[in-house]
C-alpha cells in the first residue's frame, strides 16, 4: 500500500531503507523520544524491524518526500483486528523537525486506518516531556484520554500521555 499526500509519499520499508533507518533512527535525538528505538542503534536491527513487521498485524510507512525521495522518517501502525483498533507510531529524522511532516504522515495513515482497514479506534502514547508529539497528535485529530504513570526508558521512569480518536469522530 502506497498513501500519498501534498508533500509525501509513505510506502512499505524494503531492506533496501536499512541503512538510512539505522543512520537516521540512530540519532540520540530520535531514540530519547520513543519508546522502542535503542541507541546507539546496533548493527542488522533495521533489518530485523524490517522483517519482524512485514505481518498483517502492522502497517508500517517510509516516510519521504514527494519530489526527492529522500527519507524523512518512519510511521506505523500495530493492529489488533480482534478488538478493531490500532497504535500510532511515528518518528522524523533530526533534520526535519519542525516542518509538519509527522502531522501530514499522520492524518492520511488515521484516515487509512479507520476508513480503509475499518478499524474503530486510533490510539498514541508520547512522553510528557515531548509536548511537541502530543501537538502532532492533537493535529490528526485525536483527544487527550490521560496520563500513563511511570513508563521506565533507559531506566528511568517517566509519564507518557494518552490519544485517540475513533471512527466517528473523523
Do not use: C
Request: proline share 5%.
Amino acid at each position: 500500500m502506497i498513501l500519498d499526500t501534498e508533500r509525501l509519499v509513505l510506502r512499505p520499508p524494503t531492506l533496501e531503507d536499512a541503512p538510512a533507518i539505522q543512520r537516521l533512527a540512530g540519532a540520540r535525538e530520535v531514540a530519547l523520544n520513543t519508546l522502542n528505538i535503542p541507541h546507539p542503534y546496533p548493527d542488522g536491527a533495521a533489518e530485523a524491524w524490517i522483517g519482524r513487521h512485514s505481518t498483517d498485524n502492522d502497517a508500517n510507512f517510509v516516510i519521504t518526500l514527494r519530489e526527492s525521495g529522500e527519507m524523512v522518517g518512519i510511521i506505523g501502525l500495530v493492529i489488533n483486528r480482534d478488538h478493531a483498533r490500532a497504535e500510532i507510531g511515528y518518528w522524523i529524522a533530526v533534520p526535519h523537525w519542525n516542518r509538519g511532516y509527522a502531522t501530514e504522515a499522520g492524518r492520511v495513515v488515521v484516515r487509512y486506518a479507520l476508513e480503509e482497514l475499518k478499524l474503530n479506534r486510533v490510539f498514541a502514547e508520547h512522553f510528557t516531556r515531548n509536548p511537541a508529539s502530543g501537538r502532532v497528535l492533537q493535529k490528526m485529530g485525536m483527544r487527550h484520554e490521560g496520563t500513563l504513570r511511570h513508563i521506565v526508558k533507559w531506566g528511568e521512569p517517566i509519564d507518557a500521555e494518552l490519544y485517540a480518536i475513533v471512527r466517528e469522530e473523523m
